[in-house]
C-alpha cells in the first residue's frame, strides 16, 4: 500500500541528496517553489500525480518505489499502473479506456480480458478508487432499487451500485465495464484498485488529477497556449491515451519537445498517415531510424537520412505504397514534393509507382520516369495521361511503350484540335509518326474544301496524299 508523508517526504530528501541538489534547485527542475519541496520533505503534504511522474523521471526510479512500501517478496512486480498501461496477468488483462469527472461523479470505462477456459466472475465491488490522501471514493449508487438479497448474502453489496459490469466474463472473452464513483476531494488524482482476481490487491492504475477534473482538457488548440511546464507530461500521456495525435503533434512543437526513440517506446505512440506533416520537425534522426526498422512509415524525412541504409528504404516505402498513395490524396502538393527527383534507393518497381502518383495526382509526367514507362502500366494510366496536354505526350516516344499505343493516345486525344495544331504535333513527331497516323490526326479536322486539304501535302508521302483526296473527293461527289 500507500506509503504515509512523512516516509515518502525521507525518500524524497535521501533521493536529492544523491543527486546534490539544494531545495531550491530540485524546485526550479520540478517548476515549483522550494517551500513546497520543503513541504513535501517535512512530511506536511503528499505530492500529486503529475509531481510524482516528474519526481520518478528526474530521480530516475519507479513511482513505485517511491509511494509503496517496501516488500522484498514483490521487489520485481510493478504495482502501479499509469492509465495507458495494460494490466496483463495470466487470467485476466485490464485497461483503461476513458475516464472523466463531471457534476461530483468520476466515470472510468475499462476494457477486462478473461484470458482463461473458465467463466470468471466480476463483482462490482471489487473495485476501489482511493484519493491520495488515502480517503475513499465511494461507488455511486443507483435508486429505486429493491433488495432481496438477505444481510448474510455477500452478493447483496453488489446490489444498487450503479456500476455497469457483467457479472460473469464467458472464457476467452473481452467486456467493457463502466464504473462511477464520488468526485475526487483533493487536486492529487486518484489510485483505481481493481481487485477481479485472487493476487490483484495491490495493483493499481494511476489516475491524474489534470484529466479526471474535465471531459477533455485539450479539446481546442487554442488551450494548448495555456498549459503550465509542470503539467506537460502529464497532457503529453493523455494525447497519447486518447491517441489525439494532432495536437500532441501542436503541443511538443510549441514546446520545443521533440520525438525521439525513447519517447515513442514510452509512450507507445502510434502513427497515422496524415500525422507526417507534424512530424517532419519533430522525429529525431534515432526515431525514424528506429521507426524504419521496425517497419513504420512514419513521414518521408527517412527517405533522405544517410543513417538508414537504402535496403530498409526500399523495403519500407514499398510496404507503405497504400500510405503512400493516401498521402497524395489528402496533401498532394507536400507529399510529390519529396520525389521531384530520383533517390538512390528507388529500383524500377519504385520509380514506376511514383511515375503513377505524379500522374494520378500531380497531372504530371515526370521526366525521371518517362523511361520506366512501359506497356503493363498503360492500360491503369490510359485514363490519366489524356488529362496530359497532348503536347507532352510525345516525350512518351523516349519510354519504352508501344509506339503504335502512343500514336493512338495521341489520336484520340486530338479530337477538336484546330488544323495549326495538329501541324504542330506531326512537325514535332518527325520520323515517330507513321502516315497512317498523320492520315488519322488529319481526319480529326474538318476541311471545308478540297483546295484546302493541300495544306497536308508536305506531311504525307505522295501515295497517302493522293489516296486521302481521292476519298474525300469520293465522299463528297
Given at each position: 500500500?500507500?506509503?504515509?508523508?512523512?516516509?515518502?517526504?525521507?525518500?524524497?530528501?535521501?533521493?536529492?541528496?544523491e543527486l546534490k541538489l539544494t531545495q531550491k534547485e530540485l524546485a526550479e527542475k520540478l517548476n515549483l517553489s522550494f517551500q513546497?519541496?520543503?513541504?513535501?520533505?517535512?512530511?506536511?503534504?503528499?505530492?500529486?500525480?503529475?509531481q510524482l511522474v516528474a519526481l520518478a523521471e528526474l530521480f530516475n526510479v519507479s513511482i513505485d518505489s517511491l509511494i509503496l512500501?517496501?516488500?522484498?517478496?514483490?521487489?520485481?512486480?510493478?504495482?502501479?499502473?499509469?492509465?495507458?498501461?495494460?494490466?496483463?496477468?495470466?487470467?485476466?488483462?485490464?485497461?483503461?479506456?476513458?475516464?472523466?469527472?463531471?457534476?461530483?461523479?468520476?466515470?472510468?470505462?475499462?476494457?477486462?480480458?478473461?484470458?482463461?477456459?473458465?467463466?470468471?466472475?466480476?463483482?462490482?465491488?471489487?473495485?476501489?478508487?482511493?484519493?491520495?490522501?488515502?480517503?475513499?471514493?465511494?461507488?455511486?449508487?443507483?435508486?429505486?432499487?429493491?433488495?432481496?438479497?438477505?444481510?448474510?448474502?455477500?452478493?447483496?453489496?453488489?446490489?444498487?451500485?450503479?456500476?455497469?459490469?457483467?457479472?460473469?466474463?464467458?472464457?476467452?472473452?473481452?467486456?467493457?465495464?463502466?464504473?462511477?464513483?464520488?468526485?475526487?476531494?483533493?487536486?492529487?488524482?486518484?489510485?483505481?484498485?481493481?481487485?477481479?482476481?485472487?493476487?490483484?490487491?495491490?495493483?493499481?492504475?494511476?489516475?491524474?488529477?489534470?484529466i479526471i477534473n474535465g471531459i477533455d482538457p485539450l479539446n481546442r488548440t487554442d488551450m494548448i497556449d495555456k498549459i503550465t511546464p509542470k503539467n506537460i507530461p502529464l497532457y503529453i500521456e493523455y494525447l497519447t491515451f486518447k491517441k489525439e495525435n494532432a495536437l500532441l503533434m501542436l503541443l511538443l512543437s510549441k514546446q520545443n519537445i521533440m520525438i525521439d526513440q525513447q519517447f515513442i517506446e514510452k509512450h507507445r505512440l502510434q502513427f497515422q498517415p496524415e500525422d507526417g506533416w507534424y512530424m517532419d520537425k519533430l522525429l529525431t534522426p534515432d526515431a525514424i531510424e528506429f521507426l524504419v526498422k521496425n517497419e513504420v512509415f512514419p513521414n518521408f524525412t527517412f527517405l533522405f537520412l544517410p543513417s538508414v541504409n537504402d535496403d530498409y528504404k526500399r523495403k519500407v516505402f514499398k510496404l507503405h505504397y497504400n500510405d503512400f498513395e493516401s498521402r497524395c490524396i489528402d496533401h498532394r502538393e507536400r507529399s510529390l514534393t519529396y520525389v521531384q527527383e530520383?533517390?538512390?534507393?528507388m529500383d524500377l518497381d519504385i520509380q514506376q509507382f511514383l511515375t503513377k502518383m505524379w500522374l494520378k495526382?500531380?497531372?504530371?509526367?515526370?521526366?525521371?520516369?518517362?523511361?520506366?514507362?512501359?506497356d503493363s502500366m498503360f492500360a491503369e494510366m490510359k485514363e490519366y495521361l489524356l488529362r496530359l496536354d497532348i503536347s507532352k505526350l510525345t516525350d512518351l516516344y523516349n519510354s519504352s511503350l508501344n509506339?503504335?499505343?502512343?500514336?493512338?493516345?495521341?489520336?484520340?486525344?486530338?479530337?477538336?484540335?484546330?488544323?495549326?495544331?495538329?501541324?504542330?504535333?506531326?512537325?514535332?513527331?518527325?520520323?515517330n509518326i507513321s502516315n497512317e497516323f498523320r492520315v488519322e490526326l488529319f481526319h480529326k479536322h474538318h476541311f471545308e474544301t478540297i483546295e484546302s486539304m493541300s495544306i497536308m501535302k508536305p506531311y504525307l508521302d505522295r501515295p497517302s496524299y493522293e489516296t486521302y483526296i481521292a476519298e474525300e473527293i469520293s465522299k463528297r461527289m
Open positions: 500500500m500507500l506509503i504515509d508523508a512523512n516516509k515518502l517526504g525521507l525518500k524524497i530528501k535521501t533521493l536529492r541528496d513546497a519541496i520543503s513541504k513535501w520533505e517535512n512530511g506536511d503534504s503528499y505530492p500529486d500525480i503529475s512500501a517496501s516488500d522484498s517478496s514483490r521487489s520485481s512486480v510493478k504495482s502501479v499502473y499509469a492509465f495507458y498501461e495494460t494490466i496483463d496477468l495470466p487470467s485476466i488483462a485490464l485497461s483503461i479506456l476513458n475516464f472523466n469527472a463531471y457534476n461530483g461523479e468520476t466515470r472510468i470505462e475499462m476494457s477486462i480480458v478473461n484470458k482463461t477456459k473458465h467463466n470468471l466472475p466480476c463483482r462490482k465491488n471489487s473495485f476501489v478508487l482511493l484519493g491520495m490522501n488515502h480517503d475513499t471514493l465511494h461507488p455511486k449508487r443507483q435508486y429505486n432499487v429493491v433488495y432481496n438479497q438477505s444481510k448474510d448474502d455477500d452478493d447483496s453489496f453488489d446490489v444498487g451500485l450503479k456500476h455497469e459490469i457483467t457479472p460473469i466474463i464467458p472464457p476467452n472473452t473481452s467486456i467493457i465495464a463502466v464504473l462511477y464513483f464520488d468526485a475526487p476531494h483533493d487536486d492529487g488524482g486518484c489510485l483505481l484498485y481493481p481487485n477481479v482476481v485472487s493476487g490483484m490487491d495491490s495493483l493499481s492504475f494511476a489516475l491524474p488529477h489534470l530520383t533517390l538512390p534507393f495526382y500531380g497531372n504530371k509526367l515526370i521526366s525521371w520516369g518517362i523511361h520506366c514507362f512501359d509506339p503504335r499505343r502512343i500514336s493512338e493516345l495521341i489520336v484520340e486525344k486530338a479530337n477538336g484540335l484546330p488544323l495549326n495544331q495538329i501541324v504542330n504535333l506531326i512537325s514535332r513527331f518527325g520520323n
